[in-house]
């Protein structure tokens, strides 16, 4: 059974009634991209620039966070314990947001690709005071315990700690939410210039790509999405998007639900592996910095710009068709990984 789709006004009344911190410098800004557009000889290329969102460099997670930390505050807690990776943009991101409203941060980082390099966003969030643990694990699948154990730590301290976990459910819906404001974002700045999208390109694993889903088909828009995914996981892309999507309609109370079918990803650009950059990317990086002045990452949206170039080359869009990248943030790790970018000093 298909629904009608809701207005914006419906989707935004829907929005209002989650607790909601406001981080985020928005709308974020959308801009055509004539000089790239034109290197690469097909449809005309916009960039939403969620790199800009504005917490300590910016990226997507500080859509993510406004849900995030207002269920942090709503719980009374003054303490964040997260893990991810040492290059991690979403530890960054809470870190400055932890810094913003005067709370503790302690953060167990695996090493990744770049170890305990001081630089890039590890960098960041020593500057911003989160006490950092890095240390050596295989997979993210082994945190949960060790953030367990540093919440226990902290309870015994008198602090009162919340765990955000690399893959915790509760977690991935409320900041999927933003990406869900976001999608309503994007289409009223698309209405307001008189214009659509054919589609809509980015780097995503989990939320970005399952609130934008969610949103733009609940909406009823005509933009389909194109998602190049940065990493590897066990359950499929498309299925573990629409699982995350529908989990959120639940708890946004929309009637609007996905399957694996309606989501477009692709494992394609991921190259040897997560973190990695690879010839594509660094080109994409490249080519965008030299016709636009603007940075993609080397871990995700260099990747995704990657897909979209291939794409065209392909001959897979018209000259005629219109697609917005939604450049996802990011940008910090380019110094940790000065040396795979494909440069030389002189
Ligand atoms: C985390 C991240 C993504 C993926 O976001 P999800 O919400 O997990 O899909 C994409 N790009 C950048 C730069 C990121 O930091």
Not at 96 to 125: F, I, M, T, W, Y
Request: hydrophobic share 45%; proline share 6%; charged share 20%.
């Amino acid at each position: 059974m298909t629904q009608p789709p809701l207005s914006r006004a419906e989707l935004e009344a829907k929005l209002a009634t989650l607790p909601r911190l406001r981080l985020a410098h928005l709308p974020t800004p959308l801009e055509p991209c004539p000089r790239f557009s034109a290197a690469l000889g097909g449809p005309e290329i916009w960039v939403k620039r969620d790199d800009l969102t504005g917490l300590a460099f910016g990226g997507n997670k500080t859509r993510q966070i406004e849900f995030v930390f207002a269920d942090l505050l709503a719980q009374g807690c003054d303490t964040l314990v997260a893990g991810a990776y040492t290059q991690s943009n979403w530890c960054r991101q809470m870190t400055a947001a932890c810094a913003r409203l005067g709370l503790g941060v302690s953060l167990v980082l695996a090493h990744g690709e770049k170890g305990p390099r001081l630089q890039g966003n590890l960098l960041l969030d020593r500057l911003m005071g989160a006490e950092v643990e890095v240390v050596d694990l295989d997979t993210l699948e082994a945190m949960q315990p060790l953030l367990e154990a540093k919440a226990e730590a902290l309870r015994a301290r008198g602090k009162k700690p919340y765990i955000v976990g690399p893959m915790q459910l509760s977690t991935l819906v409320l900041g999927t939410i933003g990406y869900v404001a976001a999608a309503a974002e994007l289409h009223a700045q698309l209405e307001g210039q008189g214009i659509e999208a054919d589609y809509l390109y980015l780097a995503g694993a989990n939320m970005t790509p399952a609130g934008l889903a969610l949103g733009l088909k609940a909406l009823g828009s005509p933009t389909a999405l194109r998602n190049f995914a940065p990493i590897q996981w066990q359950e499929p892309r498309a299925a573990g998007i629409a699982r995350i999507a529908n989990a959120t309609a639940e708890r946004l109370g929309l009637s609007t639900r996905l399957s694996p079918e309606d989501i477009w990803s692709s494992d394609e650009q991921i190259g040897p592996r997560y973190g990695v950059p690879t010839e594509a990317s660094n080109e994409a990086l490249r080519l965008f910095a030299r016709t636009e002045g603007i940075l993609l990452d080397p871990v995700y949206s260099a990747k995704a710009m990657a897909g979209l170039i291939d794409q065209v080359r392909r001959g897979r869009h018209a000259k005629g068709e219109r697609i917005v990248f939604l450049h996802t943030g990011g940008t910090p790790a380019l110094f940790a990984y000065a040396e795979d970018l494909g440069l030389d000093a002189a």
